[in-house]
Nanobody
Framework: QVQLVESGGGLVQAGGSLRLSCAAS????????MAWFRQAPGKDREFVAD????????YYADSVKGRFTISRDNAKNTVYLQMNSLKPEDTAVYSC??????????????????WGQGTQVTVSS
């Protein structure tokens, strides 16, 4: 049984930082691309960043580029999202996802097989 468990969310002031973690089990982690999505109240789920299973290349949404960094540790079956210079508009539930989408489909939630339960990030102004 595959499980993805996020942690590290919380309340932070604007300009602050948080580091999210997503621990995976029940799958060959190194063979899956991993992504972070977020969903704010009343909005659609939004792609944040991903890191490919092969080569470890990364891609970011324009809204977080230069502020967020995604990384993975295959030895620990964990993917991370370092979030700096947080803004109130970053407030959302952040979820990690695992799958093997084509590059041009990396933004599509339906392309990912496995999902975590999500962790709340709240940025106060």
């Amino acid at each position: 049984q595959v499980q993805l468990v996020e942690s590290g969310g919380g309340l932070v002031q604007a300009g602050g930082s948080l580091r999210l973690s997503c621990a995976a089990s029940g799958l060959t982690f190194s063979l899956y691309s991993m992504a972070w999505f977020r969903q704010a109240p009343g909005k659609d789920r939004e792609f944040v960043a991903d890191i490919r299973w092969f080569g470890g290349s990364t891609y970011y949404a324009d809204s977080v580029k230069g502020r967020f960094t995604i990384s993975r540790d295959n030895a620990k079956n964990t993917v991370y999202l370092q979030m700096n210079s947080l803004k109130p508009e970053d407030t959302a539930v952040y979820s990690c996802a695992g799958g093997r989408p084509h590059d041009f489909r990396r933004f599509v939630p339906g392309e990912y097989e496995f999902w975590g339960q999500g962790t709340q990030v709240t940025v106060s102004s």
